[in-house]
Each structure stands twice: as structure tokens, then as C-alpha cells.
């Protein structure tokens, strides 16, 4: 099975999903999980050959001519990656199916979240800078999707819509990045560029929007903020894409890029790391006062995708092994801890851990697999968290300076302190505030709380028996660095690394028990200017600004907004027309004195229309000078141009009659000077700038080769005498296409405008 | 029937109108050798709705209902359909793809796929036809 294959799986289910929740209700996820059980299937059948080292691609033409082409390749690292997002997304699709009830939009959501699936897979798997670019860009859209899912929130609609501005922005930042990078490397394969770094300013320069790119997609102070709003989405949303998954992207490319840049970019290491360490730390902090057990959860991942950042971003062997080793961790245990915060919403019917008291009683499997995860999370033995965190301390202690170590101690303790906050408000007994009723929890079925607990299980596994993780955690190193190296393992004696988890546990649990003090204590600092706030101040400042502009331009006189258009078209165009300004040699006045006669009734009608006062009459006299024009095209020999002005010349009359009804019957006089002299300014220009235009189009250059070339060829090729027509659907047909989508567009826009004016005037009657 | 309706022009325009719309069907596939083609097609088409509203005033063509969009979305899914076909038969999209077919007794039919892009203009002018007349005419009505 070839790598595209996996992608077309995915396509292919999300087509069919909405078709199929007819038949199949909520039993539709099943359907779903079809595509990562394939992907699954196919991953260990060539883990084999990637494990040993082998790097399989595979390239498709794309875009020949521009050197763009589908490549696709799967290595160790992203073999890991294809596991956590196949793996994660089996056991979200199962948990779909019994967090849902049944509603009619769910063919829509089981769709998207198919879509989402492969277009992650993409992101791993392209080899193309562009294509990567264009995987990451669905993973955007999808994600917007599935946070505004419940479209009837504003809530959910606004934190979709800040989310794919924040990522977007990122994302086209990115795009930028990717060019100047290919350029400079002279290609825009992933593996090229990886193999033979380029170097210089201009890279420097790519390197810091690419990753821009990467940190507002992996959710990084400053841009950490749209993370938490996308907690709106539903839970399998926020488990699968905004924990386990899409916000792996940025970590995903910065692992990637490191070992190639790390060395030869001097600001690389300080940015990377300095930016990974202040989200771990702010995520770790904010998760301390949250209320909201997902929000809790959600500032705990963007400290841990700082802690990610910090990690595979130094471009170390050691530590990117270790790095790789908690993408792993985190994508196990963070889906199941989501998944369990879900059960307890639905269960429930809140997630406020100041409304929850004594859910352990109902909710014992879904305790059970909350512990355990958040065991791994803060990493304590025996569990695959532990062994991570072990990598990772080993590594950081023996490559990297005390700031990094401190940095990493601190948020390792931040993380063990919310992690007991979080347990402690989901499940334990407590005293609420006054009045305040527990919540009730209902027992949740076995199945639904299957999936996090096999993931749980999972991490439980991996930590006793670290063999098979090792292999493939080790593999994936190889593939960034070929000089990483680390192994996992349960016990390695009585190490520094040791002694940092034991003062790691021993910190947090200091500060879990003095929960309240500490508490206090950060709700006195209470940011002046977050983040959030200068993203809302400049949505507001963008919109306030459109406002104008559009205000000035678009201010509801009718004059005004036909001069605007017509000085825009006189004043771009006319530019290239002086620039190439030849007329030709011989003018002829008129072949006959037909010709002369309806021009003449032309004129005549024109200036007939510019000093009427009835509007009827201008109406008409207009009319007159369009069907003037159309004889003078039957004179000139042109059917086809003849027969479409007579047409629409009628159809504009009749249009114009209709609309005539709402308008004044006469002109009024203008009262203001300035803009009759305005008006007749404007009509000057046009007029002249029309005339010259016709005259130097009819002879381009002195020849008319042009014609005659598609006059030569309509028959031969185009396979139709009348080569007006050729041009339109054959030669020229994307124009055509083009012009037919334009009047499709326009018909909406009219009947839109229309439609809505008459609704506006018939409110107060409905009132 | 309108008490002001012209007893004429109702009979003319019942005369006039399946011919005229017969004409514009002939003017679009006679389009590729003659003149005519799924613009000017479209257009006289839309003339004949307009000589019907004419007549019988907004009544006529008041409740179009959703045909106005759906001709729209048809006529571009038509074209872009006959783009595809330039993918079918080997060439680039849009490339027009010549057919011709020996019927017995009719004698040689050629068909392109340009013809069907053509019928694609076609039904978006009338549509665009349809949407003005059904909404600027319903305006006037009121």
C-alpha cells in the first residue's frame, strides 16, 4: 500500500460519513475508526523496514513546471508521529460514539474530524514544503470546524474564529518562511533542505516566520491564548486535536528543522528555548487558578508544549531523543485525561471543580484512569511519563545550562501541582461554597470510558515493559539526528535524574496541600495586558478600521460609488495605456456614410441623455444608444457581438424600467458646484481614456497577429467555424468559467441586497 | 388575468414564447459554426421570460421558487464537469474533447465537450435572468 493511500482512506471515509449517519446514527464514528485501523495496519506492516533505518518515499506530480510535487515520506520520527495520531484518533472515534447523542449534525462532525485525521497524517508525512504547508493549513480550517461545532455559541464561533486567525496568521508567516528557505536551498524537498542546510541572512530571516508559524500552532507564549478559548469545541475536539495531536505540528516542524539549524543559526537556540520555557512556566502558573477542569487541562498542555518546545528545539541528540520520547507520553496520557474531564461533563453536567464534590463514588473506572494518567503526566514510576521525564532530566541535567535545568525543575513542579488540583476537583471530597449544591454524577458506561482507559493502560504498559516504545522512540531520533542515542528504562539507578523527580514530587506536593495560599497568592498578579486582550483590541482596531475605509468609500450616494469605480478603472489601466502609447499610422474616419449616420444617432443620443431631467426618457435614450451600437457592429460584419448587445440592451431596459419605480421621477438639479464640475471631470476622463483605449487595442503593436492566429486556428483546433465562440469555450474557457461564476456570485449578491432591504422595512410591521 | 391584461399581447406572447425558447436552444447549439452559443443563448432565452413578465406582470414569474439558483449551480456544475472531461480524455482541464458518432440514418454526429460547457453559460445566464426578474419584479409588485 503506498503512503497516499492512508491519505485517500481518510478522504474517502469523510465523504462518505455524512451519507452514511442515515444508516448508521451515532454507530457512524465506527465507520470512522475504519480509517485509522487501516492506517494502523499499514504502519506495522512497514515498521520493520523503518525501524532498521529505512526511508520510504514516494513522489507525485503536482505541479511539474513549478517544481511543486506531493511528495511523501515516512521515517522513524514520523512513523511516531503516524502511530499517536492513528492510535489516539481509534480510541477518540470509539469515544465519539457514546459522548454524542444523537443529532442531525453528526455526519458533519464525524466528517470533519476524518478530514482533520488525514490531513494530520499529511502533515507528518509530506516531504514537500509546500505541501507540508498545505496539510498544515487544512489541519487550521479543520480545527476551526470543529471548535465552532456547536454553531449556535457565540462563544464557540468566536473562539473558532480566533483560533484559525491566530494559527492562520501563523500559518501564512510560515508560508513566507517556506520560500525563502527553498530558495535559498534551491528546492523545496524537506529531506534536500534537512541534508544540505542553507545559510546566510535571508535565512535567518525564513527561519523566524517558519517559526512563528510553528508557535502559534503549538500554542506558545505570546499566542498561547487561543488553546484555552478552543476548549469551547466538543471534548473528543479538545482531546484529539488540541492535546494529542494538531498543536503537535509546531513541535512536530521545530523537531525537524533543529538539528539542522541549531548549530549554524546563532539566535535559533535563545529563541527556541527561551519561548518554550516561559510558556511552560505561564501555562503551569495560569493552570494553578483555573475553576474549569478542561481549562485546567488545557493551560497544563500549553505548559507541556513548552516543555516539548524546550526540548526538541535545542537541537541536541540527548534531548531530542527525550523530546520524541514525551511527544509520545504526553499524547497518551493528555487524550486519556480530556477524555476522563468529558465522562465527568457528561456524567455530570459540569466541569467547575467548585460545583464537584465526591464523584469518586459514581465515577470509580473513570477515576481509576484519571490517576493513572496523571500519574504518567508528573511523571511517576511505573509509568511511561516517568520514564520520559527521566530521559528528559537526564539529558537536560547533562547538556544544558542551569537556566534551563531550573526552568524545567519549575514547571516539572507546576505540573505535579495542578495535576493534583485537577484529581483533587474532579473526584474528591470537598466542602463548597455556600449554597452550593455537589453536582450528582451518574455511573458512565463501560464502553465509554474504554478508550481512555485502554489509552491509560497503554502508559501503564509502555512503562513496565519499555521495549517496543524504545525501539520506535529510538528509531525516530535516529531519523532527526543520526548521533541520538538514550534508552528507556524503568530503573537507572540512583542518577541526578532521580533526585530531580523526587524533588520534583516533593515540591508540588508542598504546594498542592498549601493550594489555597498559593492560590491567593497569583490571584494577586493579575496580568495588566494579557495576550488575549491585545488580540481582542486588535480584531477591534482592524474591524473599526475597515469601518472607515468602507465608510469613506462606500458612504450610500449612489454618484459616489460609480465615480470611484470609474476613476479606479481610468486610473490604473490608463498607466500601461501611456506607457505604450503608438497610435497607428492610419486613421480612417469612416468606411461609409452609414456609418457616419449612426454614429451621428449615437452622439446625438448621448448628449440627449446627459441634459433630460425625466429619468424614463434617459432610460430610454440610453437604450437607443446601445441598440445604435449594435447595428454599428452588424454593419462592421460581427453577428455575434450584434445579436449580445441587442439582447442585453433589452433585458437592461426592462431591468431598468423595474427598479425605475423606486427611484424620483426627474433628475434633481445639483445643487453644489463642485460636484457637477466633479461629474464632468470624471466623465472626461473616462470618455477620453475609453476612446484611446479602443483605438490602440483595434491595432496592438501594428499588426493584428493576434486575431489572426485564433482565427487560423479556431477550426483546425478548436473544431468551430465561428471563432468568437471558440475563444470563449475553448481557447479562452477558464475566462468564461471565471465570468460565469462572477454572474453566479452576482445573482446572490442581488437578490441578497434586495431581499434584505425588504426585509429591513417589513420588521415593524411584523413586530 | 390581470383586469388591464392586453387580450393582443397574451396571445401573442403564448405564440411567441415556446418559439423564442426554441430559438434560443437553436442559437446555443448551433453556436460552435454560427452565430449565436450559451451566451446569446441564455440571453434570448431570458428575453422570453422577460416578454412573459411583460404580459402578465410579476404573476408570471413571481414564484420562481428556488429553479432561478438551482439552473445557477447547475450551469456551473455543468461546465466545470465539461472542464473535467479535458482530464479524461488525457489533456489539461477545459481542453475541449472531440467525439464523432456514425448514427444510422442520421448520418455523423460530432459532439465536443465544449458544447456542454457551452450548455453550462447557458443555463447560468438564464438563471441570472431568472434571479433579477423574480426579485427586482416581486419588488415592483408590491
Known amino acids: 500500500m503506498s503512503i497516499a493511500a492512508v491519505l485517500l482512506v481518510h478522504v474517502a471515509v469523510a465523504l462518505v460519513a455524512p451519507l452514511a449517519v442515515r444508516w448508521l446514527g451515532r454507530r457512524v464514528f465506527y465507520l470512522c475508526a475504519v480509517a485509522p485501523v487501516i492506517t494502523l495496519i499499514w504502519a506495522a506492516g512497514i515498521s520493520g523496514r523503518v525501524v532498521a533505518g529505512e526511508r520510504l518515499i514516494q513522489r507525485i506530480d503536482w505541479v511539474g513546471p513549478l517544481g511543486l510535487g506531493l511528495d511523501l515520506r515516512i521515517d522513524g520520527f514520523s512513523m511516531l508521529m503516524v502511530v499517536l495520531i492513528a492510535g489516539v484518533g481509534l480510541a477518540i472515534f470509539i469515544y465519539c460514539r457514546f459522548y454524542f447523542s444523537d443529532r442531525p449534525d453528526l455526519g458533519r462532525f464525524a466528517a470533519t474530524l476524518s478530514a482533520f485525521a488525514g490531513s494530520m497524517l499529511g502533515v507528518v508525512l509530506a516531504d514537500n514544503l509546500i505541501a507540508l504547508y498545505v496539510f498544515w493549513e487544512l489541519t487550521s480550517i479543520t480545527s476551526y470546524l470543529l471548535i465552532g461545532f456547536e454553531d449556535g455559541k457565540a462563544a464557540a464561533r468566536s473562539a473558532a474564529l480566533q483560533a484559525i486567525l491566530v494559527t492562520g496568521a501563523g500559518g501564512l508567516a510560515m508560508l513566507a518562511g517556506f520560500v525563502i528557505l527553498g530558495q535559498a536551498a534551491g528546492s523545496y524537498s524537506i529531506s534536500a533542505l534537512l541534508e544540505s542546510p542553507p545559510a546566510g541572512a535571508a535565512v535567518g530571516a525564513g527561519l523566524i516566520l517558519v517559526l512563528l508559524g510553528a508557535f502559534t500552532k503549538s500554542a506558545q507564549v505570546p499566542f498561547h491564548f487561543w488553546l484555552p478559548g478552543a476548549m469551547a469545541a466538543p471534548t473528543p475536539v479538545s482531546a484529539y486535536l488540541h492535546s494529542a495531536t494538531m498543536v503537535k505540528a509546531g513541535v512536530y516542524l521545530i523537531a525537524l528543522l533543529a538539528p539542522a539549524f541549531a548549530d549554524s543559526v546563532p539566535f535559533w537556540r535563545p529563541l527556541v528555548i527561551g519561548v518554550g520555557l516561559a510558556t511552560m512556566l505561564v501555562g503551569g502558573l495560569r493552570a494553578l487558578v483555573q475553576h474549569d477542569l478542561k481549562l485546567l487541562l488545557a493551560f497544563g498542555t500549553v505548559s507541556q508544549l513548552g516543555f516539548l518546545v524546550v526540548l526538541v528545539g535545542s537541537g541536541h541528540p540527548d534531548l531530542s531523543f527525550a523530546g520524541v520520547a514525551m511527544i509520545l507520553a504526553h499524547g497518551l496520557f493528555k487524550a486519556a485525561l480530556f477524555m476522563s474531564v468529558g465522562i465527568i461533563d457528561h456524567q455530570a453536567r459540569t466541569r467547575d471543580l467548585r460545583r464537584l464534590s465526591g464523584a469518586h463514588r459514581s465515577l470509580r473506572s473513570t477515576m481509576a484512569v484519571a490517576v493513572v494518567a496523571s500519574a504518567s503526566m508528573v511523571g511517576l514510576p511505573p509509568l511511561f511519563g516517568f520514564i520520559s521525564k527521566e530521559a528528559a532530566f537526564e539529558a537536560v541535567l547533562h547538556d544544558s545550562g542551569w537556566v534551563v535545568s531550573a526552568g524545567i525543575i519549575g514547571g516539572s513542579v507546576l505540573t505535579f501541582a495542578y495535576t493534583a488540583r485537577f484529581l483533587w476537583g474532579g473526584f474528591a471530597d470537598k466542602e463548597l461554597g455556600h449554597g452550593i449544591e455537589p453536582a450528582r454524577a451518574f455511573p458512565a458506561a463501560a464502553a465509554f470510558v474504554a478508550p481512555a482507559a485502554a489509552l491509560a493502560l497503554l502508559t501503564l504498559l509502555l512503562g513496565l515493559v519499555p521495549g517496543p516504545a524504545d525501539k520506535l522512540v529510538s528509531a525516530s531520533a535516529r531519523s532527526l539526528d543520526p548521533e541520538a542515542r538514550g534508552s528507556l528504562a524503568l530503573w537507572h539507578g540512583f542518577t541526578p535524574a532521580l533526585g530531580f523527580s523526587v524533588l520534583t514530587v516533593a515540591a508540588g506536593l508542598a504546594m498542592f496541600f498549601s493550594r489555597d495560599r498559593v492560590h491567593r497568592l497569583l490571584k494577586r498578579f493579575r496580568v495588566r495586558l494579557s495576550a488575549s486582550e491585545v488580540y481582542d483590541q486588535s480584531l477591534k482596531g482592524l474591524n473599526r478600521s475597515a469601518d472607515r475605509i468602507t465608510g469613506f468609500f462606500q458612504n450610500g450616494s449612489l454618484p459616489v460609488y460609480i465615480a470611484v469605480i470609474l476613476l479606479s478603472v481610468v486610473a490604473i489601466p490608463s498607466w500601461a495605456l501611456i506607457h505604450g502609447f503608438n497610435l497607428p499610422g492610419r486613421l480612417v474616419f469612416a468606411e461609409s456614410w452609414g456609418q457616419v449616420a449612426v454614429g451621428a444617432g449615437i452622439l446625438a443620443g448621448a448628449v440627449f441623455v446627459a441634459r433630460v431631467r425625466q429619468r424614463l426618457v434617459a432610460v430610454l435614450l440610453l437604450g437607443a444608444v446601445g441598440f445604435g451600437v449594435a447595428v454599428l457592429f452588424v454593419m462592421q460584419g460581427a453577428p455575434d457581438l450584434a445579436l449580445t448587445q441587442l439582447l442585453i440592451e433589452t433585458l437592461a431596459l426592462v431591468i431598468f424600467v423595474m427598479v425605475l419605480r423606486h427611484l424620483p421621477s426627474s433628475f434633481r438639479a445639483v445643487q453644489w458646484r463642485f460636484g457637477q464640475a466633479l461629474r464632468v471631470v470624471v466623465s472626461g476622463c473616462v470618455g477620453i481614456f475609453v476612446a484611446t483605449f479602443a483605438l490602440l487595442s483595434a491595432h496592438p503593436g501594428g499588426d493584428g497577429h493576434l486575431a489572426r492566429e485564433y482565427i487560423e486556428r479556431a477550426l483546425p483546433e478548436g473544431g468551430g467555424r465561428n471563432v468568437v465562440n471558440v475563444i470563449l469555450t475553448d481557447f479562452r474557457a477558464l475566462d468564461t468559467l471565471g465570468e460565469i461564476t462572477v454572474l453566479t456570485v452576482a445573482a446572490f449578491g442581488i437578490a441578497s441586497l434586495v431581499l434584505v432591504g425588504r426585509n429591513r422595512e417589513e420588521e415593524p410591521d411584523e413586530a | ?142
Not at chain 2, 76 to 104: M, N, Q, R, T, Y
Open chain 2, 1 to 142: 388575468m390581470k383586469p388591464d391584461r392586453s387580450m393582443i399581447l397574451a396571445t401573442s406572447v403564448d405564440l411567441i414564447f415556446p418559439a423564442v425558447l426554441m430559438f434560443s436552444l437553436f442559437l446555443l447549439f448551433a453556436g460552435h459554426n454560427a452565430p449565436g452559443g450559451g451566451f446569446v443563448g441564455g440571453l434570448t432565452a431570458g428575453a422570453a421570460f422577460v416578454l412573459r413578465y411583460i404580459d402578465a406582470g410579476p404573476a408570471a414569474i413571481r414564484t420562481p421558487g428556488r429553479l432561478p439558483g438551482r439552473l445557477l449551480g447547475a450551469g456551473l456544475g455543468v461546465a466545470i464537469l465539461a472542464g473535467c472531461i479535458g482530464w479524461l480524455g488525457g489533456g489539461d482541464f477545459l481542453e475541449a474533447i472531440k467525439v464523432s458518432l456514425e448514427l444510422p440514418l442520421i448520418g455523423t454526429l460530432k459532439a465536443s465537450s465544449a458544447l456542454l460547457f457551452d450548455v453550462g453559460v447557458y443555463l447560468v445566464v438564464v438563471g441570472l435572468v431568472l434571479t433579477v426578474l423574480a426579485v427586482l419584479g416581486a419588488e415592483e409588485q408590491r
